[in-house]
């Protein structure tokens, strides 16, 4: 009987094994593709059964004793990430009085220990020139970083200046984490404070279901979000007013206007829905950097020292891939010529196919949180 009890499936475990692809859907199709993994988990249930069927006493009792140890691990597993939740949050509280006092020193409101009393010997300099804190401090370390970098244009940086400090945070209704941006008061936008949040249908094995950003109260002309572009009228023409057009441009603070996936996706192309999917990617991985790589270590990304540490995380990625590569590579040589041969078949069959086929649900990015030196699960899961 013990064995029937193993076998039999539990809807509300589907939860967590569902593909990154179950996070584009609304609550009604993700219960509807939950029933759909059922009936099929079932059959193959039913193929397991018979699979065991097959086997002979002894090495189905011997079967049976690797399911058990298997259980066991399970329980085991899920202690785990019970334990490592607690850890992470009995920590990150440890490091809140260190991120008080960075920003502390960053923006000014303290000093370290030995500046004051320099600063008090030197009477005539200038108090109206002197440098408070640690200036651009958030904004060159974002720079450092490559992933960042490619985010902020040259109009950004004015803005950024006034970053103060930046903060995260778990949230547990729904799971997720949240991003705060804590600006002084600026030329630019009236608010002092921007989030960005992502909302994660699991916590083991999370996939994101969404994510939501500040809406920015930019001040008259200073959108940096958007330019305006002006065309001189034709010549002859009546209205000799320039004519003015607004166009949205890149910026870092698009930042806090993630995609989203429209509620009735079924008229999306594949183009449009592979597209949308690559920019919710991009999205958590600007987000997930912010939160494992800038907060935590601010001042290395400040001074550069963190570049070299992130560049040697790439070239051992890279040496993983070469490796697959070279594994694969004089399999794929064989296949060329065949590949050669069919490929005006091909291309046709892909047209006629891509006309024909419904478009794809888009997949939102699945992603394990708080990845800090190789101790959490992978940054992102995509279908």
Known sequence: ???????????????????????????????????ALKNKLQDLAGKHSDVLDTLSPKVRRRVDG???LQSQHDELEAKFFEERAALEAKYQKLYEPLYTKRYEIVNGVSEVEGITSEATMDQDEDKETEEKGVPNFWLTAMKTNEVLAEEISERDEEALKYLKDIKWCRIDNPKGFKL???????????????????HMIDDDEPILEKAVGTDIEWYPGKCLTQKILKKKPKKGSKNAKPIT???????????????????DDDDIDEDTAEELQNQMEQDYDIGSTVRDKIIPHAVSWFTGEAVQGDEFDDIEDDDEEDEDGDEDEGEDDEDDDEEDEDEDEDEEVGKSRKKSSAPKKISRAAASEGQQQGERPPECKQQ
């Not at 967590?16 to 199709?29: V, Y």
């Not at 890149?250 to 930042?255: G, I, M, P, T, V």
């Open 1 to 35: 009987m013990s064995n029937n009890s193993k076998d039999r499936l539990d809807a509300s475990d589907l939860g967590a094994a569902l593909p990154a692809a179950a996070a584009a859907l609304s609550a009604e199709d993700r219960a509807g593709l939950v029933n």
């Open 66 to 68: 690797l399911r058990e």
């Open 180 to 198: 705060e941006f804590f600006f002084d008061s600026n030329p630019f936008f009236k608010n002092s404070v921007l989030t960005k949040t992502y």
């Open 245 to 263: 057009k607004t166009e949205n441009c890149e910026s870092f603070f698009n930042f806090f206007n993630p995609p989203q996936v429209p509620e």
